[in-house]
């Protein structure tokens, strides 16, 4: 039956510093490696052993799924990259200190940027820091200028069913290693989760959660494979 592994990137440097990172790149922390090292050490004892894996471009993701996989002895799978599994992009929030933000304007706005479901954060200014339109790697993207969980979900979807189902219709265990957000994406359709509740649920970095599938890619079972 086929089998879906997801797992959130190991705690980032920015994750530590408490900042808002969106499409930002950032590595690991030493915390994090560690985090994505018992990932894949997990996987092995528990013998849950992927066969195909996809990521965003997003080195924490990226850096999170070759550590897990080499630690099962599985960095010879096939790997596929996609700008749609990136983090949700946080806009003119980018690098900002999430405390300072808080301070500037206030707790209720904040919450309302980071936890509601269709309101984004303020735009990112063009040519800005943090700006990625002239990044190489997204050459022929239009790059958000910011995006709200509905805007994230709208990328997210569409590419799961295009990339991810065909390969779990073969009965593949499938590792997908991404973001908060591009995770609750997928959670929040596979697990039938309605708009109010998702804003609730919390992803932790570097714990695999486990869906086992029928063959119509319901879930039958979600579970943290620690948990078992």
């Known amino acids: 039956m086929p089998r879906l592994i997801l797992i959130r990137h190991g705690q980032s440097e920015w994750n530590l510093a408490n900042r808002f990172t969106g499409w930002w790149d950032v590595g690991l922390t030493d915390k994090g490696i560690a985090e994505a090292q018992a990932a894949g050490r997990l996987l092995a004892v528990k013998g849950m052993l992927p066969t195909v894996a996809f990521t965003s471009y997003q080195t924490r993701a990226i850096k999170t799924l070759c550590l897990a996989l080499e630690q099962c002895d599985r960095l010879w799978i096939p790997e596929h990259k996609d700008w749609r599994l990136n983090e949700r992009h946080y806009g003119g929030l980018t690098g900002l200190d999430k405390q300072q933000t808080r301070d500037r304007h206030g707790d209720e706005q904040v919450h309302i940027w980071r936890r509601s479901f269709d309101t984004p954060p303020p735009p990112l200014e063009k040519g800005s820091e943090f700006d990625l339109s002239s990044d190489p790697r997204y050459a022929g993207v239009e790059v958000p200028d910011s995006e709200s ?80």
């Open 149 to 228: 969980l509905k805007d994230t979900i709208a990328r997210v979807l569409p590419y799961y069913r295009e990339a991810i189902e065909p390969v779990l219709r073969q009965g593949e265990t499938v590792i997908i290693s991404a973001h908060g957000n591009s995770l609750r994406a997928l959670v929040k359709h596979l697990s039938g989760i309605s708009d109010d509740e998702i804003t609730g649920l919390e992803i932790p970095t570097g714990q695999p959660i486990v869906y086992e599938l029928d063959d119509d890619l319901a879930a039958t079972d979600r579970y943290y494979l620690s948990e078992r």
